[in-house]
């Protein structure tokens, strides 16, 4: 005798055939729309969607039910608000036919086709409606003003946009857009049809790849409606308003009953990897760098002029043919290699380099530091003996471009550094800088800190992150963690 499961996955795949959609090609699609809109800030923006819930409710449903024989894209906003109603069946269609007595189709397209959709659409928006503005987007939200109406819809769409726009964190990792993964997941999304035809009075809870398909499934109203009136017996709602995932919620009671009756139907776990809820998305907690941030924390690269040199404490010896060399490097790849950048020989106490010796460009992604050597040369030319008599590595000259011990000469910085070469010897600096520029690639290091257990207060978020990390379930939240720079 066959076991149970094995019906139950006969029955999912028959379930599936009657179903006359691409799921698979259409979440991807619907996983692209969701990106698009997430990178648009102002589809989160509560006045600009009030006014575009105004322009769906008054322009967009009349509008699509006089060209109802033929699927319409809708402007973005007017799309988006769209969307979110149609995730709750029961109240799109009551909605649908409180104000244009008709209930509107719906389809999911590439973002692509949907341009190209878009282009008769407003062809025959501005037939209909003339100057009324087709886009919206990118207009100034605090100039948006919607007009007094009564509202026909009973549905709350605004706090609908707002729970959908954090749905695309739960699926926006790389495997929702795998076909593998989404085939897997229509899989279980039939299965999951399944078990609701067995318990339809208990409220069940899906996992994230499940409820991409079941989202991509409602997003075809009128496919959606005669498909699960067809399986169910009636059209399956959605509530996405039960978001409480605190102890004994109904989301949580209702997470482990669905767990339960999928086990016993199927016969095994109904937890999948990768389709798991990921927490609240970070969002508005991370910090966003500023251009000044990334330009102090780019490498950077300078053209700097040696204008004057002065060493103090040098001595006048040139009785027995005392001579004095000074020399600049700059020094790379960890010490290995030296490039000359200046070299004078004197026996005054102050010179003025020469015009081929006074540029050099430094540059902090290659250049590690900057030294400067003095030697004391002694006897004829035929018998010189050359000896280090004062030496000094700048090992921060790096630092200069952004906080220089300077002022500004017009478009140039001015830098005077006083250093000590060796004891009783000083040598005076003065350079100017031109504007440094940021590089375009960018080495970026971190310091590891030491690992050590701690225990955790589980009500900082500063010290969990923003983004989700699970907190233990005992009182000592003892983990191992360490501070990096």
Not at 129 to 151: A, M, V, W
Not at 429 to 458: K, R, W, Y
Request: hydrophobic residues 35%; contains cysteine.
């Amino acid at each position: 005798m066959l076991p149970s499961t094995f019906y139950h996955e006969i029955a999912a795949k028959k379930m599936q055939l009657t179903v006359s959609l691409d799921l698979v090609n259409k979440a991807k699609h619907l996983v692209q729309f969701l990106q698009y809109v997430d990178s648009n800030k102002q589809l989160y923006d509560e006045q600009f969607i009030k006014h575009a819930i105004f322009r769906y409710e008054t322009l967009w449903l009349p509008f699509a039910a006089k060209h109802d024989e033929e699927i319409l894209a809708a402007p973005i906003d007017i799309e988006w608000v769209w969307m979110c109603h149609l995730l709750c069946p029961h109240a799109y269609v009551k909605d649908c036919m409180a104000v244009v007595g008709k209930i509107i189709n719906h389809k999911i397209v590439s973002l692509e086709k949907r341009q190209k959709m878009l282009q008769k659409t407003k062809t025959l928006w501005c037939q209909v409606y003339g100057q009324e503005k087709f886009e919206i987007l990118d207009s100034d939200s605090e100039n948006i003003k919607t007009e007094e109406y009564r509202s026909k819809i009973s549905y709350d769409l605004l706090a609908a946009v707002a729970r959908q726009g954090a749905f695309y964190y739960q699926v926006s990792l790389p495997h929702y857009r795998d076909a593998g993964f989404l085939k897997n997941g229509c899989v279980r999304y039939f299965k999951f049809l399944c078990l609701k035809s067995k318990n339809p009075d208990v409220f069940l809870v899906p996992c994230y790849d499940i409820d991409l398909i079941w989202h991509t499934h409602q997003l075809h109203p009128v496919i959606y409606k005669a498909d699960t009136e067809r399986i169910l017996g009636k059209l399956y709602n959605h509530d996405d308003s039960v978001t409480d995932r605190s102890e004994n919620s109904k989301l949580t009671r209702a997470d482990f009953q669905t767990r339960e009756l999928w086990k016993n139907q199927f016969g095994h776990n109904f937890a999948q990897s990768g389709a798991m809820y990921r927490g609240t998305s970070s969002r508005g907690k991370l910090y966003s760098l500023t251009p000044e941030n990334k330009f102090d924390i780019s490498s950077k690269s300078a053209t700097f002029v040696i204008n004057k040199i002065v060493l103090e404490g040098v001595p006048n010896d040139q009785q027995n043919n005392c001579r004095f060399i000074l020399v600049i490097y700059v020094v790379n790849d960890r010490n290995r290699c030296q490039e000359r950048l200046y070299k004078v020989k004197f026996s005054g106490l102050e010179m003025t380099p020469k015009p081929d010796r006074k540029y050099f460009v430094y540059d902090t992604l290659i250049h590690k530091h900057l030294k400067i050597e003095l030697l004391r040369e002694t006897g004829p030319s035929c018998f010189q003996r050359r000896m280090l008599y004062g030496e000094l590595v700048l090992k921060h000259f790096g630092s200069i471009f952004v906080e220089p011990n300077s002022k500004r000469s017009g478009g140039e910085v001015e830098i005077n550094e006083i250093l000590q070469l060796s004891p009783g010897v000083k040598l005076k600096l003065n350079m100017f800088m031109h504007p440094p520029t940021a590089n375009d690639d960018s080495e970026l290091n971190l310091d590891a800190g030491s690992f050590e257990s701690v225990n955790m207060p589980s009500n900082n978020e500063k010290l969990w992150g923003p983004i989700y990390l699970p907190r233990p379930t005992s009182d000592e939240h003892m983990c191992t963690v360490a501070s990096h720079r």
